[in-house]
């Protein structure tokens, strides 16, 4: 039985389906939609449903603003069991063992299972698709998808003697650009060389260094981890040494909602954030800035993230058509193309990107491709069975550690104890 997470959303085209259902009268559809990063958003997918609709007078969209991607799944999920759930939502692409595992969501290969629909599920990135198919099956569709990247303001790079357009390559220069960002007013810190957020997504931060020090957090079944590897107790020492040693990075634990925030009024001279706010640090900015893809160590790497858009059961025959009408139609290469514009999260298909209007924004602007070059590098986002409380168990015990109660190797013991036990069930 599969669980909720946290991160999706939607997908659509034109469909040659035969609609006789819709064709005599209006068929409703809602989804349930997240609002996790900052940026005019729900103002975005509004316009979005309206355009869908001119088109498809026929099927009537409804976007319901949910909160959280945690807010979002529990919602989802409770109001599906008591029968009054949508018919989609854009959760975690993470999220998909548990939906799974609890019979809530419908597999999109049966319902897009001809020619067209075959061409659609293979015209997405491979690294979007991996957390979505389970057991030969697709779940997923990917739309609010992203990978990590780092972000740096240059005039701190420039004033602290860096070079304003070099990003650090590796952990030492990522360390050592850190120190000298860092400043100082006696002994109070008006601004860190870097924060890396160890809330909201603690384990997501933590496995972009797990990937760089050459390890995975588990299997590709979601049946085994591997939290405590060598490679994953070096990873969490060196975000520890990041305070500890460098005193780069501010003591305990760097909040994910006030990270960008910091970012923008100068307090910290580089992030490690989602790719999905990309927009709304465009737009706020006073500074020029840079976008990189994250340092390596022994490779570089990041998780990729965000939600896809799932399909829950009690959506009727007509309904589902409605559905994969409206997911082909969101995420037809345009408006991939558009919903990366608008919103900085990575277009989902690289034919999205050989549009017209992304290449000219590519050209105006290349930090946008940064994500989508870092995809050649990345890994799926951690996902197991009963993933919620998989995670909850390594968030804790990473928080532990970031906040000097534990040592890192004691914490991921017990992590991978406590995850082991979650697991055990589902091991076969």
């Known amino acids: 039985m599969i669980r909720p997470t946290r991160r999706g959303f939607l997908a659509g085209a034109a469909s040659t389906l035969a609609l006789p259902a819709i064709a005599q009268g209006v068929t409703e559809i809602e989804f349930y939609f997240p609002v996790a990063v900052g940026g005019p958003v729900t103002k975005i997918v509004d316009a979005y449903a309206a355009d869908f609709m001119k088109a498809h007078p026929s099927i009537k969209v409804n976007p319901v603003y949910a909160g959280s991607y945690v807010d979002t799944l529990t919602k989802a999920v409770t109001a599906t069991k008591s029968g009054k759930g949508p018919q989609m939502a854009v959760l975690l692409a993470v999220d998909a063992y548990s939906l799974v595992d609890d019979e809530l969501i419908l597999p999109f290969d049966e319902l897009a299972a001809d020619a067209e629909g075959k061409a659609w ?26 990978t990590i990247v780092l972000y740096w303001n240059k005039d701190a790079f420039r004033e602290a003697g860096l070079d304003p357009e070099k990003a650090p390559a590796n952990w030492a220069e990522h360390a050592a650009f ?11 810190v008006t601004r860190w060389g870097v924060e890396i957020p160890g809330t909201g997504f603690t384990y997501w931060l933590y496995q972009a260094l797990v990937a760089q020090a050459g390890a995975e957090l588990a299997n590709a079944n979601g049946t085994k981890v591997n939290f405590n590897d060598p490679a994953c107790v070096e990873a969490l020492q060196y975000w520890i040494d990041l ?33 999905g706010n990309l927009s709304n640090i465009r737009a706020n900015a006073k500074f020029p800035f840079g976008v990189a893809m994250l340092p390596e160590m022994k490779r570089r790497g990041s998780p990729t993230g965000g939600g ?28 991939a193309a558009q919903w990366g514009i608008d919103t900085g999260y990575v277009a989902t298909r690289p034919d999205a990107w050989q549009t017209e209007a992304m290449k000219k924004y590519v050209a105006d602007f290349p ?37 000097g109660r534990k040592q890192p190797k004691p914490a991921l013991d017990d992590a991978q104890a406590n995850a082991t036990r979650l697991l055990k069930p589902f091991v076969r």
Do not use: C
Not at 178 to 186: F, I, M, V, Y
Not at 375 to 398: G, I
């Open 367 to 403: 930090p946008a491709a940064v994500a989508r070059d870092q995809l050649q590098v990345a890994v799926p986002e951690l996902s197991t069975h009963d993933n919620q409380r998989v995670t909850q168990a390594l968030n804790d015990e990473l928080q532990a550690a970031l906040l």
């Open 243 to 275: 305070t500890a040693k460098y005193k780069a990075h501010p003591p305990g634990i760097a909040d994910w909602a006030t990270a960008p925030r910091d970012f923008l009024e100068g307090k910290a001279a580089m992030i490690w954030h989602t790719t």
């Open 121 to 146: 599920l293979a015209s997405f990135y491979p690294a979007f698709m991996r957390n979505g198919q389970i057991d030969g099956h697709t779940w997923g569709i990917p739309f609010q998808r992203s």
């Open 178 to 188: 850190a120190e000298k960002a860092t400043k100082r007013d006696g002994d109070r």
């Open 308 to 335: 896809n858009f799932h399909l829950f059961k009690g959506a009727s025959k007509a309904q589902q058509e409605a559905s994969i009408t409206f997911l082909k139609w969101i995420t037809s290469p345009e408006r």
